[in-house]
C-alpha cells in the first residue's frame, strides 16, 4: 500500500551544523511532496514543497531534493538554529484526484546549544 | 490573524458523550480538510471538502464521525458515542483550488475517559 516513511526517528545535531531529514516513499505515481515541522501541542507548520518535476527547490536557510529513481525526499536545513527543534514530517500528494496527503511518522530533530 | 482557526483547542469527555469541533479556514480557501494525529505518528486523513461538497472519506471515518460544511465556509466535525481510541489530535487544514499546499490549524486535542 501507500505509504511515506522517515528513516530515522530522531536526529540530534550541534547547533549551527546543517541538518539533513530523510523520508522514502512508496507512491511512484505521487505528483508533489511536502515538508512540515511541528511543534509540540502545535499543527503543522508548512516549511517547503516540490512537485514531480523537479529534484530540487531551496527555501530560506531549507532545501528539498526529490530523487524520484529511489521514491527518496531529503530536507536539508542550513547553520540549524535551537527554535529548529521539532518533529519533522513529509507528505505525500497521491494525485490530482484525492485531496488526501499522506504523511510519514516523523523524524525529532534536537539541536544542542 | 488570518490563519487557520480551529475551536475548542482541548477536550475532556466521558465515553459514550457526544463532542464536535469547529474549523474555520482561510478565507478565501474553498479547499477543507480533516485528519487524526495520534502520539508520536504522522497526521492520518479523514475527509476533505470543496466548497460546501464532500468529496472524499477515509476508512477512519466510521459511522460515528460526521462531518459537515453547510456553507463552503467553516466546517464541524461530530464523533458520537466517543470511545477511548477516540483520544487524538483532531487537525484542520485548509487549501486553495489552485494550490495543493494544505495549511493546518492548531489542532484540537480530545481525551475520552
Known amino acids: 500500500g501507500e505509504s511515506v516513511g522517515l528513516h530515522l526517528p530522531t536526529l540530534s545535531v550541534q547547533e549551527g551544523d546543517n541538518s539533513i531529514i530523510n523520508c522514502a516513499y512508496s507512491?511512484?505515481?505521487?505528483?508533489?511532496f511536502i515538508w512540515y515541522k511541528q511543534e509540540s501541542g502545535k499543527g503543522p507548520q508548512f516549511i517547503i514543497d516540490i512537485r514531480s518535476n523537479m529534484d530540487k527547490r531551496q527555501g530560506q536557510r531549507v532545501t528539498v531534493l526529490l530523487n524520484k529513481t529511489v521514491k527518496h525526499l531529503s530536507l536539508q536545513i542550513a547553520a540549524t538554529q535551537p527554535g529548529d527543534s521539532a518533529v519533522y514530517f513529509c507528505?505525500?500528494?497521491?494525485?490530482?484526484?484525492?485531496?488526501?496527503?499522506?504523511f510519514g511518522q516523523g523524524t525529532t530533530l534536537q539541536v544542542k546549544p | 490573524d488570518t490563519g487557520v482557526s480551529q475551536d475548542p483547542r482541548h477536550k475532556i469527555t466521558k465515553r459514550g458523550q457526544n463532542v464536535t469541533f469547529r474549523c474555520d479556514p482561510i478565507?478565501?480557501?474553498?479547499?477543507l480538510y480533516w485528519y487524526r494525529q495520534t502520539l508520536g505518528q504522522g497526521p492520518e486523513f479523514l475527509t476533505y471538502?470543496?466548497?460546501?461538497?464532500?468529496?472524499?472519506k477515509s476508512r477512519l471515518l466510521s459511522d460515528r464521525f460526521s462531518a459537515e460544511r453547510p456553507k463552503g465556509s467553516f466546517s464541524t466535525l461530530e464523533i458520537q458515542r466517543t470511545e477511548q481510541g477516540d483520544s487524538a489530535m483532531y487537525l484542520c487544514?485548509?487549501?486553495?483550488?489552485?494550490?495543493?499546499?494544505?495549511?493546518f490549524g492548531p489542532g484540537t486535542r480530545l481525551l475520552v475517559l
Open positions: 507512491n511512484s505515481a505521487s505528483d508533489y
Open positions: 471538502f470543496q466548497n460546501e461538497a464532500q468529496l472524499e
Open positions: 478565507s478565501e480557501h474553498n479547499r
Open positions: 487544514a485548509s487549501s486553495s483550488q489552485n494550490q495543493e499546499t494544505q495549511y
Open positions: 507528505a505525500e500528494h497521491g494525485s490530482s484526484n484525492t485531496g488526501k496527503l499522506i
